[in-house]
């Protein structure tokens, strides 16, 4: 497999995966959202963690296994608190999606947080990703404020 520039890369062996995440909520997201941005960096993941009124969308790109050491860490490692202001590990997030890369490279090259202020403006972000049929077959019908 060749990179998107065109030469062939040391990580050829491996395949670009793309993931989509869907966390239900964030009690405190200053924290939260660094410590994502720090596993994404970290792993060379690029993608966005999306914020569209109570929706929270993580979409990653990376290596197959980096993105799975992300999902890994997200259920393991403690990323909120609780209601009594403790530490705790993600119990509701949701893959998505988490298959190969429809293009085999990545579209984002940073991993940065985006508050969507519109439907267009969440699609806008899967689109230049490449993935607007991800997001019309998996995440319009699995959530309503979406239509």
């Known amino acids: 497999m060749k990179s998107c520039d065109g030469k ?38 690029g993608g966005r963690l999306m914020f569209y009124n109570h929706l929270i969308l993580v979409l990653l790109e990376g290596l197959t296994t980096q993105v799975k050491e992300f999902i890994v860490r997200l259920r393991t490692q403690r990323v909120d608190v609780d209601s009594a202001g403790r530490s705790c590990k993600e119990r509701m997030m949701r893959v998505l999606v988490e298959q190969p890369h429809p293009s085999s490279c990545k579209r984002y090259t940073s991993f940065e947080v985006v508050d969507c202020t519109s439907v267009s403006a969440l699609e806008a972000v899967f689109k230049m990703s490449e993935l607007s049929n991800v997001y019309r077959t998996e995440l319009v019908p699995e959530f309503k404020l979406l239509h």
């Open 8 to 45: 062939i890369t040391s990580q050829e062996i491996e395949e670009i995966n793309v993931a989509v995440l869907h966390i239900d909520h964030m009690r405190s997201k200053v924290k939260y959202t660094k410590t994502l941005v720090k596993w994404a960096e970290d792993l060379q993941l």
